[in-house]
Structure formats: C-alpha cells, structure tokens
C-alpha cells in the first residue's frame, strides 16, 4: 500500500517536473514525483503538468493506468491542477495533429491558435482578466501578468467553466474549473510571486 502523500506530482513522461517540485517547495509544500496509479489514489491533492503533444500525453496516461487514477480521485473530491498541457489534458478533445480524445473531467475542446499574421506560440507574459472570485485566486489581482508558452488553447462548452480569460489574437480561457478541478494554461512556477501565490493557495484548498 501506498504512502499517504500531500501533493502529488504526476510524472507520465511529458513535463517539466524538477521545476514545479521546486516551486512548491519554495511555497511550504511537500511534493512528491509519482507515477504509479496507488501514489496518486493516496494523495490528498494532485498536479498534473506537462509539455508536448496531448495524444502522446494521453497515450502515456492510458497506458500506465493513470487515466483512471486521476478521474477516481476527483470522484472522491480530491483537488486537482493542470498546468499548461495538463490543463488542456482535462478537456474532452483536442484537435492537435489529429482529433485525441482527453481526460473528460471539463466538457469542452482544444484548439488552435489560427488567426492571420498571429505568430504562434504564444510565448511571454500576458494578462489574466475577468476573474471571478475562486479560492485558487485569492490575494491575486485582476490584471496579474503570468508567463505562457503554448500554441493550443482551451474552450470549454459551458461557460460557467472559464474562471480567467487571456487576450492573444483572441480571447481565450487561461484559467478553468469544474467543482474540485482547475487548471491554468500558464506555468505559475515560471511566474515569479503571482506563481508562487497561486500555488500557495492550491496547496491550501482541502477536499
């Protein structure tokens, strides 16, 4: 049986793991790098991150059964945060290199950036806007800059699901949650204080 953990890190192959460690760390946190389904049936809350191709990720989480590690756990009511391509991950389909079926856990798409003269990625520090209030955003103000790389973004179906919107050639979903589910399409651990922030107040959201 596994150990009971605090904050699980889930490690399927894709993501900057060492940096999000760290960042918690820095915050009072105590993660650990998992990736066996019982580390995170354990946890008491979990963080998927990653970088990359979403049918890679989403063949990777299949095929080592962390699929269906993660959606038990938030059936039980566990919080859980994607960053970057982990939110996108919670989505129900993406479209990237193909149509790939996700994890389910927010209704809603993935898709990519296409406006013309556009330049994609995304990359650098952007703003979050129209916020409403949640427990993942407290203390952080409207306005915050955070740090994004990607070339897909999130639309969930009901907007009642987008928490914060981005504005890069279009207005885009940069922070969503459904119930005991967030995620944000930027990387809080590369975001300086207003990363560490959000973090800190995840880590203290309890089930």
Not at 46 to 73: H, K, T, W, Y
Not at 104 to 110: E, H, Q
Not at 159 to 169: A, F, R
Not at 179 to 196: I, M, R
Request: net charge negative.
């Amino acid at each position: 049986m596994a150990d009971n953990l605090e904050t699980v890190i889930i490690d399927y192959g894709m993501g900057n793991l060492r940096s999000v460690e760290k960042a918690l760390e820095a915050v009072g946190g105590r993660p650990a790098i998992r990736q066996d389904p019982d580390a995170i049936r354990a946890a008491e809350r979990l963080i998927l991150p990653g970088v990359g191709a979403f049918g890679d990720a989403m063949n990777n989480l299949r095929q080592s059964g962390l699929d269906e590690a993660i959606c038990g756990a938030v059936r039980e009511g566990k919080p859980l945060l994607g960053l970057c391509l982990g939110l996108q991950l919670l989505f129900t389909q993406s479209e990237e290199f193909g149509s790939h079926a996700g994890l389910n856990l927010i209704p809603g798409r993935v898709l990519k950036f296409n406006e013309p003269g556009l330049r994609v990625p995304h990359v650098g520090w952007n703003q979050i806007e129209g916020a409403r209030p949640n427990p993942l955003l407290m203390s952080i103000p409207e306005g915050s800059y955070f740090y994004f790389v990607h070339s897909f973004y999130v639309e969930p179906e009901d907007c009642e699901d987008v928490l914060c919107w981005t504005s890069y050639g279009r207005r885009f979903c940069s922070i969503a949650c459904r119930k005991n589910v967030w995620g944000a399409q930027f990387h809080p651990e590369k975001s300086q204080d207003v990363g560490k922030r959000l973090l800190r107040n995840f880590l203290s959201i309890q089930q």
